[in-house]
C-alpha cells in the first residue's frame, strides 16, 4: 500500500512530535465533532476513532498555522512563500499509476451514506463536507482544474455545492450547462497537503493546480481513471466521490458559515449528483473546520500572499514579504514588508494589491524590520511610525466579492496604512533600542538547545 502522497506521513509525523490527540470516545457528526475541532483550534490535530453512523474514522485541525503547514511540506516556515512560487513558475504534470491504493472499495449506490460528515454550525441545516479537493476539467479547453468547494449533503446520492460565481468551477459548470451537460467532477478527500495547499492557489483560466502541486511535493502526483467519470485523480487520497455538478439545477441553501466566522445566505446554489465511491479499506475521512476557524484561515492565507508577493515583485522590486493576516480571516487584510520603501511605493504597493484580489480591504505597509506576520509588530509600526493626515489612504465605495461582511451592492470603503519609517519624522532616529545582535542571538542559541522543544515555543525565528 502506498502512504506517500496521502495524509498518512503528516499523521505520523504530528504523532511523533505530540501534535495529534486521538479521541478515543465515540462522537456525534451533529455538532459534537465540530465542538471537538472548535475547541482544538489553535491546538493539536485531531484523530476520531468512532463517530456514530459511520465506520471510518476522521481526521481534523491538520494545517491551523504556517508552522503546520512548513512541516507538511518538509520545509522552514520562511521557505514556504518561495516554494509556492517555484510551483508556479515550474509546474510538473501528474503520471498516470498501474492502480490505486484509492480504488480498495468501490461503492456505487448511495456514495454519500456512511460517511461521517458533520453539521457543524447551530444555523446551518445540513452537514457539510468541507475538505474535499474538487477536481474537473474546462469543458471548452480540456484544461484540468483542482478547487476547494462545500457539498451540503441533500440525500445517498446529492448534494448542493456552493460556488462564488467567479470560482473557475462556476464557469466550468455553466459552461457545460449551456450545452446542455452536466460537468464531472471528483471530489478527492485525504490527499496529500500539497495537493490540498495547491489547490487553493489564484492561478488563470487554463492552468492546472494539480500540477503546481506535483511541483510542491518535489515529485509528480500519481494518478489514475476514476471508474464513473473521465478524470484522473490521485492514486494514494483516503478517497474519492465521483459524480456531476448541473448548473441548471438550483438548490437554495439557506443560511451557511464563511470565512469571517459570521453567516451569509448566498441563495442558490448548484445540484451536485454521485455517481461512485471509492476509498481505501481503512479511509481516514478528512474535515476543515470552516467558518473563522485557522485551518481555513491558513490555507487561504498562504496562497494569496504568495500570489500577491508575484504581483507586487513586478512593480516594487524591494518588497520581501506579504501577510494576509488571521485578523482578516486569512482573506481581507494584507500586510506588505518593503525594505527602504522608497517616494510613492507604499502608495503604489496599496492600489496593486487592491486591483489584484477584489476581497482585500485593508493594507498596511511596513519595513523590513517589522515581521508582517507578527500583529503586535504591525500595530506597533501603524501606533508609532504613522501621521494619520498623511499616511492613512481611504477608497470609499470600491468593490468587493459577495462575501465581504459589510459590503452593499458588491460596494465596501477600503483602506490602506502607511506605516514605514519616514526621515526627518523623529530627530532621534527609529532604531529600535535592543541588546547588540550578537548578544540575542546568543541568548537565543542558549534557550534552543537547553529548553525543552514545548518550552521555547515563544522564541521567535
Not at 55 to 64: E, S
Request: proline content about 7%; overall charge negative; some cysteine.
Amino acid at each position: 500500500m502506498s502512504d506517500r502522497q496521502s495524509i498518512r506521513p503528516f499523521l505520523t509525523y504530528l504523532e511523533n512530535t505530540g501534535d495529534l490527540v486521538r479521541v478515543a470516545k465515540q462522537v456525534d457528526p451533529h455538532f459534537e465533532l465540530s465542538a471537538f475541532l472548535s475547541a482544538a483550534d489553535a491546538g493539536p490535530s485531531l484523530l476520531f476513532e468512532s463517530v456514530v453512523g459511520s465506520k471510518l474514522r476522521v481526521a481534523g485541525n491538520l494545517l491551523n498555522g504556517r508552522a503546520r503547514i512548513a512541516a507538511a511540506l518538509g520545509i522552514e516556515i520562511a521557505e514556504i512563500l518561495p516554494r509556492i512560487h517555484q510551483a508556479i513558475r515550474a509546474p510538473v504534470k501528474p503520471v498516470r499509476v498501474d492502480n490505486g491504493v484509492v480504488q480498495q472499495v468501490v461503492e456505487r449506490e448511495a456514495p454519500l451514506s456512511g460517511l461521517p460528515v458533520p453539521t457543524f454550525f447551530e444555523r446551518e441545516s445540513r452537514p457539510y463536507i468541507t475538505a474535499g479537493v474538487i477536481v474537473a476539467r474546462d469543458p471548452e479547453t480540456g484544461r484540468g482544474n483542482a478547487s476547494f468547494a462545500r457539498f451540503a449533503i441533500l440525500n445517498g446520492d446529492t448534494a448542493m455545492v456552493g460556488i462564488a460565481p467567479n470560482h473557475h468551477l462556476a464557469l466550468f459548470s455553466r459552461r457545460a450547462a449551456a450545452v446542455g451537460k452536466p460537468l464531472e467532477i471528483a471530489v478527492i478527500i485525504g490527499a496529500h497537503p500539497a495537493i490540498q495547499l495547491a489547490a487553493c492557489l489564484y492561478l488563470g483560466v487554463g492552468d492546472d493546480e494539480m500540477e503546481c502541486a506535483g511541483s510542491l511535493l518535489g515529485n509528480p502526483v500519481g494518478v489514475v481513471p476514476a471508474k464513473t467519470v473521465d478524470l484522473m485523480v490521485p492514486a494514494d487520497a483516503e478517497l474519492v466521490l465521483e459524480g456531476t455538478i448541473d448548473a441548471n439545477q438550483p438548490i437554495e441553501e439557506g443560511f451557511v458559515s464563511e470565512y469571517h466566522g459570521m453567516y451569509e445566505n448566498y441563495g442558490s446554489g448548484y445540484l451536485a449528483r454521485f455517481s461512485a465511491l471509492t476509498r481505501r479499506e481503512d479511509a481516514i475521512f478528512q474535515v476543515i473546520e470552516p467558518g473563522y476557524h485557522r485551518e481555513h484561515i491558513y490555507l487561504g492565507a498562504l496562497p494569496i500572499a504568495a500570489s500577491l508577493f508575484n504581483t507586487l515583485a513586478a512593480v516594487i522590486p524591494n518588497v520581501r514579504e506579504v501577510a494576509v493576516t488571521e485578523a482578516g480571516a486569512g482573506r481581507t487584510d494584507v500586510v506588505i514588508q518593503i525594505a527602504g520603501a522608497g517616494p510613492g511605493q507604499p502608495r503604489r504597493a496599496m492600489f496593486a494589491v487592491f486591483a489584484a484580489v477584489s476581497i482585500v480591504k485593508r493594507v498596511t505597509v511596513v519595513d523590513a524590520d517589522i515581521d508582517p506576520w507578527d500583529p503586535v509588530a504591525v500595530e506597533w509600526a501603524r501606533t508609532n511610525r504613522m501621521k494619520l493626515e498623511r499616511d492613512l489612504l481611504l477608497i470609499p465605495q470600491a468593490g468587493t466579492d459577495r462575501s465581504e461582511p459589510m459590503e452593499q451592492g458588491g460596494l465596501v470603503t477600503k483602506v490602506g496604512f502607511d506605516a514605514t519609517a519616514k526621515a526627518n519624522d523623529r530627530v532621534e532616529g527609529v532604531d529600535r533600542a535592543l541588546p547588540p545582535l550578537a548578544y540575542r542571538e546568543a541568548a537565543k542559541k542558549w534557550f534552543t538547545e537547553n529548553l525543552p522543544r514545548d518550552q521555547r515555543k515563544w522564541l521567535k525565528s
